[in-house]
């Protein structure tokens, strides 16, 4: 178990932060042991099949449940949709096998990249820390495109050793790995920032449809608003509008495939202003936002699984009607 890693959800971005995190660890030590698991084993054999591809000599198995993987491995890497599926795979099966584990001399690091609730987050850390084994929060941000290059921030949440265990093989998926805090902190940092991300991908969307009316190229508009004071990620990576970043190939190149999905923009709405209620923050922006998306994949659930960005079309389609 002392060289292997699991990694467990292998979606949009678990599959590429997977393959830079193996391929990193392979080129440090050949004898490695990967693990990979996902509830789609087509997934699972997918990435196993085409990391063989590059490295034929690389360890490297599937394995068909999490306890499976958590029985074989030494750090296990998860990277799960919401609060549901984290609390399925940890409570069900990564704890379960810690604590038959917990008589043996092991010290499982476990380290949770997914967006979810702070209260479930921390309540699994508390299980995991109770059989002897260590965990983060690590929720991180840059996209797919950030995952693809290595690039991601991540914002960890954790004691200090748990923290400086993971650096390492945090560094390996990420650019700038920030301590936030204790168990709980990054996911914090995370969902403050999301709701910033989720405010002004609608307003980016708002402002490209108004330029188009006012007959602006939308090129012309978004190199404008780049080097301007409206500057933003969702204007200069993310532009919802085909042909407005010609360097670049954001979601709404491939019909706003791939990217982030707005189901999981309206799930981080929502962890912002229910944990803004908790402690009673304003969020009078955040609420309309969350709104918005809920009417968008009420209204059209096949903009649901598309990138957020696609609020565009939303507002473009509901403004020619
Ligand atoms: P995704 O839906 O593409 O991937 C999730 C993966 O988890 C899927 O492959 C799914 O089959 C697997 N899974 C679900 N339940 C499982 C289970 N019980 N056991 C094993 N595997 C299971 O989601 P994603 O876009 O990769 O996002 C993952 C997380 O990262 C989310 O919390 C999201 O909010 C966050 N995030 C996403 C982005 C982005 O741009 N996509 C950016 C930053 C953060």
Redesign the pocket.
């Known amino acids: 178990r002392s060289k292997s890693t699991s990694f467990?959800?292998?979606?949009?971005?678990?599959?590429e932060m997977a393959h830079n995190l193996f391929s990193k660890q392979y080129a440090n030590a050949q004898d490695a042991h990967f693990i990979v698991?996902?509830?789609?084993p087509e997934?699972a054999q997918a990435f196993s099949a085409s990391f063989l591809t590059r490295f034929p000599g690389a360890k490297i198995a599937i394995a068909r449940?999490?306890e499976e993987a958590t029985l074989a491995s030494q750090n296990i890497i998860?990277?799960?949709?919401?609060s549901r599926?984290v609390k399925?795979?940890y409570n069900d099966?990564i704890v379960p096998t810690l604590k038959k584990l917990s008589s043996t001399s092991h010290n499982t690091l476990c380290i949770d990249?997914?967006?979810?609730n702070v209260d479930v987050a921390c309540q699994v850390a508390r299980d995991v820390v109770d059989t002897n084994s260590q965990m983060i929060d690590a929720?991180?941000?840059?996209?797919?495109t950030?995952?693809k290059a290595g690039t991601?921030s991540i914002l960890v949440g954790g004691t200090e050793p748990a923290f400086n265990l993971a650096s390492p093989i945090l560094a390996n998926m990420g650019q700038r790995i920030i301590h936030c805090g204790p168990s709980g902190a990054g996911l914090g940092a995370?969902i403050c920032n999301?709701l910033i991300l989720g405010v002004q991908q609608i307003v980016v969307g708002e402002a490209m449809l108004l330029g188009e009316k006012l007959g602006l190229d939308p090129a012309v508009l978004a190199s404008v608003v780049s080097s301007s004071t409206g500057s933003c990620w969702s204007v200069s990576v993310n532009n919802p509008v085909p042909k407005s970043l010609p360097e670049k190939s954001p979601p709404c190149e491939r019909g706003y495939e791939g990217?982030?999905?707005t189901s999981?923009?309206l799930?981080?709405m929502g962890l912002a202003t229910d944990i803004a209620a908790t402690v009673g923050s304003p969020l009078p922006l955040g609420e309309a936002a969350e709104s918005l998306y809920a009417r968008v994949i009420q209204e059209e659930p096949d903009l649901s699984q598309k990138?957020f960005s696609s609020i565009y079309r939303y507002l473009s389609k509901a403004s020619s009607e």
């Open positions: 467990i959800g292998l979606g949009r971005m678990g599959y698991c996902d509830a789609v997934r449940t999490p998860t990277m799960l949709p919401s599926e399925t795979v099966g990249s997914t967006t979810l929720p991180v941000s840059g996209g797919v950030g995952a991601l995370k999301n990217g982030f999905a999981l923009m799930k981080d990138d």
